[in-house]
DNA sequence: TGTTGATTGACAGTATACTGACGATCTAGG
DNA sequence: CCTAGATCGTCAGTATACTGTCAATCAACA
């Protein structure tokens, strides 16, 4: 009994995987910020590290990697030039010498307010080419997707139960 | 006249932003990949350049990287690392000193057929939560969005009229 | 034919990512 | 109190990405 031949290998393999197209769409994606805000001086990943610190002012770097589901070891380079910046400080915790207590300066505070209409810009770019129905559907599926598939990455994302143990009450 | 006061920050600018869930998304795509083929020491990119190089043998760095949408940059170190693993060959081109064209080994070959089943687990595990119709709309749905929006990234893809020049008539 | 301009591969510098390991530190259990 | 295990930040090593630059080479035109 022989078996069934192999499909004849194609360019269809790259071109209609999902990954592949999570791929691209990710460079676009990178593209179209950094040319937004090309008067910032701050990547996707800076921007949404500041956004967190603001949110949750006094966060450490562990947990931080859990609110925006950053690798922690990549996390480390990102707050050191945030610090560089000056746009965060660093503090030591007063009951645990291990941890690093994360705040925005004035000029985060600043930088993060006036960056956030060149970032709306930038999502809006990205799905503008498609009708605004389409639009809301795939990023409802999109939520969906990453949400469902959330314990498959490295660093799931923890957003409430993250800051439980902060210092809040738990 | 008061201008309306800025919405209040939350972590929604960040994970409702396309930008956010595309990243988020091509990471956990990067892991199931590796996950799926940890048996082949082969990365997503290195798997896009084998494809490409198997479909046009004889194909130069620069069209190849416009073939798959790679940075050209990038793509030296890629292909040198394939090189290492023995799955691809670099032969000069006589005809002009600065080209070297890229042809798979025998190895090469043979990896790409037995990666293959592999790598369609992982495409197919990447949207197993979704219901088949929806991930049929996402698809479409990112196809087109890559497509229109091919001119914004840095490489633009360029798959058929990146090889008319390659010596087959033109 | 000789110079200009484009192309090719390579490289340096920066920024994400992930793996695996490490010392310092904290917490729980005995 | 003291040790076993967990946690925190950090680091080394590898792999993508992108910007900008460079020498070698080629193509086109005056």
């Known amino acids: 009994m022989p078996s069934k031949p192999p499909p004849p290998i194609t360019m269809d393999a790259v071109y209609a995987a999902p990954g ?10 990178v593209s179209i910020f950094m040319e937004e805000c ?8 800076q921007y949404g590290a500041l956004i967190a610190i603001h949110t949750h002012p006094g966060i450490d770097a562990t947990r931080l990697s859990a609110v925006i589901a950053f690798d922690r070891s990549t996390l480390g380079s990102v707050i050191e030039r945030l610090q560089a910046k000056d746009y965060i400080e660093r503090k030591p915790a007063p009951e645990d010498k291990r941890i690093k207590l994360l705040y925005l300066t004035k000029s985060g505070a600043a930088i993060l307010r006036e960056i ?11 799905l503008e080419p498609l009708k605004p129905a389409d639009r809301k559907t795939l990023m409802g599926l999109l939520v969906q997707l990453v949400d469902l598939n959330n314990e498959v990455s490295r660093v799931p994302l923890r957003a409430e139960d993250a800051l439980e143990h902060l210092g809040k009450g738990g």
Do not use: C, G, N, S
């Open 20 to 29: 592949y197209l999570f791929r691209r769409m990710q460079q676009i994606a």
């Open 38 to 45: 090309k008067a910032f001086d701050l990547t996707p990943v």
């Open 116 to 126: 956030i209409p060149a970032v709306e810009r930038a999502q809006a770019r990205m």
